[in-house]
């Protein structure tokens, strides 16, 4: 089975060169969940997690507390620093990116060794990235009393389905598909014009940092 739990240690941030124009300092944030057939309702796989995000600069990604593992995950950005901390122990690591190109990119998808041009689905652009690759829409379709539209399209042999609702036009569910791998990221909530809230981006004060590099 593919690793699908994202934790504070193991949620894969890249950083890679973008040809992107400059965005508006707008906030994007979203709760969202893992479903998958081997995630257990109750379990700590099955609990949302939350995302902050200010162009490719700015992000802040939050897990609840996992009890058994001890583990209460938080990812500051605030390129080129990025701080991975762990709240159970109120402690934490700082790590400079010394790359030229430090635009901070979080992909929908965390899978291992999907190809690049997968991993530019990215959360807060994903309406983006489904237009780009010429998605077919594929109907209606309801789900948990929601009505969206669905669109398809398929990079590297991996299918990539996008549920829109109909409402705001917003995304309500990114699955992908191929052989063992089928999930899918739905969104609890989904806000993309915040007014941003740069206090988010900071280390709380009580945290011990170490410097990693």
């Given at each position: ?181 089928d999930y899918s990221v739905r969104y609890i909530k989904y806000e993309s014009d915040i007014s941003p809230d740069f206090s988010l981006f900071e280390v709380p004060q009580d945290i011990k940092i170490l410097e990693a590099n």
């Open positions: 089975m593919y690793k699908i739990r994202i934790t504070f240690i193991t949620f894969l941030i890249s950083f890679f060169a973008a040809n992107v124009m400059a965005e508006e300092p707008k906030m994007f944030f979203a709760e969202y969940r893992l479903i998958h057939p081997e995630i257990k309702e109750g379990s700590f796989a099955a609990t949302s997690k939350k995302i902050w995000r200010i162009g490719f600069r700015y992000l802040r990604l939050e897990e609840k507390p996992d009890p058994v593992e001890k583990i209460h995950g938080l990812i500051i950005s605030n390129a080129p620093d990025t701080y991975i901390i762990n709240k159970y122990t109120n402690s934490g690591q700082h790590i400079v990116d010394r790359a030229e190109n430090t635009d901070v990119h979080v992909s929908v998808f965390q899978i291992q060794d999907l190809p690049e041009e997968i991993q530019e689905l990215e959360m807060g652009h994903e309406n983006a990235f489904f237009t780009r690759n010429n998605a077919s829409s594929m109907g209606s379709k309801i789900i948990e009393g929601i009505e969206c539209d669905m669109y398809q399209t398929t990079i590297k042999d991996f299918q990539l389905t996008l549920l829109k609702r109909k409402d705001n036009g917003n995304p309500l569910q990114v699955g992908i598909k191929k052989g063992k791998i």
